[in-house]
């Protein structure tokens, strides 16, 4: 910027994405208030930034506790590793970029429900049979029957909803 001698002189608007401006430095690196009036030399300011700091929360799942981190924007980001008992995690909505934006963020893990296998043995009599169902869901055990047998139970015992393992 060229400008006459003491003519009114106006610092300029700056920005930069993910800083904040805090003032003007001279050529010596010195904090200075820009004058009013352009001075009787050559003079060069530069802009003195502090980066700003942003919350990323990643939601895991609708029980747990959220994981949030504050950071430096532009630093590397990193997402926790997660896990959920009965699921299989697929990726984080939206995608987890490799630096943290110039924004707060919210990242959610995304769940596929495993499906597990139930094997009902008969042990010599009929009627039994195998399920495979999606974690969490009810079991209903068959019924089955053997000649010359009354049925006590299973064993082990029926869980009331699929577990995160097959059985028999």
Known sequence: LKQDYATALTAPTVTREGYTFIG????DGKSV??????PNANVTYMA????????VT?????????VVKTQDYGSALTAP?????????????????????A?????????????????FNANGG??????????????TAPTVMRTGYTFVGWSPEVPETVPAENMT
Not at 33 to 38: C, R
Not at 81 to 96: K, L, N
């Open 24 to 27: 003007w430095l001279d050529q």
């Open 81 to 101: 590793d997660v896990t959920r008992t009965g699921y299989t995690f697929t990726g984080w909505s939206p995608a987890v970029p490799e630096t943290v934006p």
């Open 33 to 38: 208030q820009v004058p009013e009036t352009v």
């Open 58 to 66: 990643f939601k895991l799942y609708d029980d747990a506790q959220d």
């Open 48 to 55: 003195q930034w502090k980066i700003n700091q942003y919350t």
């Open 126 to 139: 009929t009627g039994g049979k195998t399920l495979t169902q999606n974690y969490g869901t009810k079991v």
């Open 103 to 119: 924004q707060n963020v919210t990242y959610t893990a995304q769940w596929q429900i495993n499906q597990y296998t139930l094997t």
